[in-house]
């Protein structure tokens, strides 16, 4: 079971950012050592600490969209649902890119797919772990539609 630091505290700059006031962590002791080092790997900074729990946190001033829904679909998933999740996902995300950024001539690629692996797993394990619940089909709809389609948001980037 995880747990978040804190409510997310942050500012709305139209039409779809939004930029942290506050750090964001949220701890877990659910990662397998190699879900671990590949997200170390890649650059994430995973705090391990004496309890054997992880803890990813997301520094003050990091934008986000939150999560990226179409508007269309807001009936059913609206970003607000998955929000503090989502803002630990884009974190997890963006250091994929930075990294397959600047090791585009030599990037590992099996690193790469164990990198997204964890990623889209500390999104579902945030997921489960958010207040107010959120609903099992909400969860596994929006943890799916990363595992299917991310590929395209962790594309090489400087960002």
Known sequence: MGKYNDRILAEFCPPRKWILGRDLSYTTNDLTVEEIKALQDVG?????????????????GFETDLASVP???????APFDVARAAIIHDLLYKT?????????DEEDKELVEAAKRASDKVFLLAMNDSQPHVIEW????????????GKSSIVPSKD
Do not use: G, N
């Not at 391990?48 to 997301?58: A, G, L, M």
């Open 44 to 60: 994430v900074k995973v705090k391990r600490d004496t309890s054997k729990t992880e803890t990813i946190t997301v520094p003050t």
């Open 71 to 77: 508007r269309a679909l807001w009936a059913f998933i």
């Open 96 to 104: 994929i890119r930075q990294y397959r950024w600047e090791k585009r």
């Open 138 to 149: 909400k969860k596994y709809s929006a943890w799916k539609a990363v595992d299917l389609f």
